[in-house]
């Protein structure tokens, strides 16, 4: 069992930069693959990053690459999201998710056994 809790979002004009953090509590925070996902109002929730146990791989939603940087501390049980030169089709809530799954899709939501509250990302023109 795992908690996770997310913080760093605002608001931002296009250009402007955001960090994302997720912390991570209840069991072994490096034992899980962590992930990103966004969900823009009336639109499916997405796969925005994703980084393997012990941070040896990372994953990036295409429309992300090279803007967005996944990272991980684990001494402090914390997962990260840099987010630079936003755009307002970034405009989402953000939400942190983990897995203890090694198998299966990072983008898919069905990867993924618990999820935060999320926080909101609003960046205008």
């Known amino acids: 069992q795992v908690q996770l809790v997310e913080s760093g979002g605002g608001s931002v004009q296009a250009g402007g930069s955001l960090r994302l953090s997720c912390v991570a509590s209840?069991?072994?925070?490096?034992?899980?693959?962590m992930g990103w996902f966004r969900q823009a109002p009336g639109r499916e929730r997405e796969g925005v990053a994703a980084?393997?146990?012990?941070?040896?791989?990372?994953h990036y939603a295409d429309s992300v690459k090279g803007r967005f940087t996944v990272s991980q501390d684990n001494a402090k049980n914390t997962l990260y999201l840099e987010m630079n030169s936003l755009k307002p089709e970034d405009t989402a809530m953000y939400y942190c998710a983990a897995s203890k799954s090694g198998a299966g899709s990072w983008s898919s939501e069905a990867f993924y056994a618990y999820w935060g509250q999320g926080t909101q990302v609003t960046v205008s023109s």
């Open positions: 980084i393997s146990r012990g941070g040896g791989s990372t």
């Open positions: 209840g069991s072994t925070y490096w034992s899980y693959y």
